[in-house]
């Protein structure tokens, strides 16, 4: 028999907790941005090598919280794996130009700066490629990530956000 109790429960953020948590991202961006982009990209390689080992695992939690079927949650990890690599390569690939002027002494250029807290939204169908798509990125650019997972599927979210965290963990 069953008591009606749930086993188990996710609880949202509230006001407080999502102003502390965008302090903490700011103070977050403030030293990442300093971390050299080829260094930020061997972090993102490491992330990426994370989910290549638990791709099975996460893969079928994916088609079990979503309801596709396994090989759609197979590639979705593969998503992450996959932008895992090409954000490496950009890590050392963010060039900027350098144009004439007709000012003397004068040189105009283009250069990639870090933005900051970049916030990222992913729908309950695709709840670990759409993050990866644009965390990968922001990350490598030196940018810090705020999550904002579909509260359907918080199963996916809290296992992909465990994977980042230990990479990250162990870094400390």
């Known amino acids: 028999p069953t008591t009606g109790k749930p086993i188990a429960a996710v609880k949202l953020d509230d006001e407080r907790s999502y102003e502390r948590v965008i302090t903490t991202s700011v103070d977050a961006f403030k030293k990442w941005r300093d971390v050299p982009a080829p260094q930020r990209g061997q972090i993102v390689r490491a992330i990426g090598e994370e989910f290549r ?6 893969g079928e939690l994916v088609s079990l919280e979503v309801g596709k079927i396994r090989q759609e949650g197979l ?3 593969q998503e992450t794996i996959d932008i895992a690599d090409f954000a490496v390569g950009l890590s ?3 060039y900027g130009l350098t144009m004439p002027s007709e ?3 004068h040189r105009m250029f283009e250069q990639w700066m870090p933005l900051g807290p970049v916030g ?3 729908a309950f169908n695709f709840p670990n490629a759409v993050w990866a798509w644009n965390a990968m990125l922001a990350v490598v650019c030196g940018n810090a990530v705020v999550w904002k997972p579909s509260p359907k599927t918080p199963l996916t979210a809290l296992a992909v956000q465990a994977l980042a965290n230990r990479v990250m963990e162990e870094l400390d």
């Open 103 to 105: 000012r003397p002494k």
């Open 92 to 94: 050392r690939q963010m």
């Open 120 to 122: 990222v939204i992913s």
């Open 53 to 58: 080992t638990h791709k099975d695992a996460l």
């Open 75 to 77: 590639g979705e990890v």
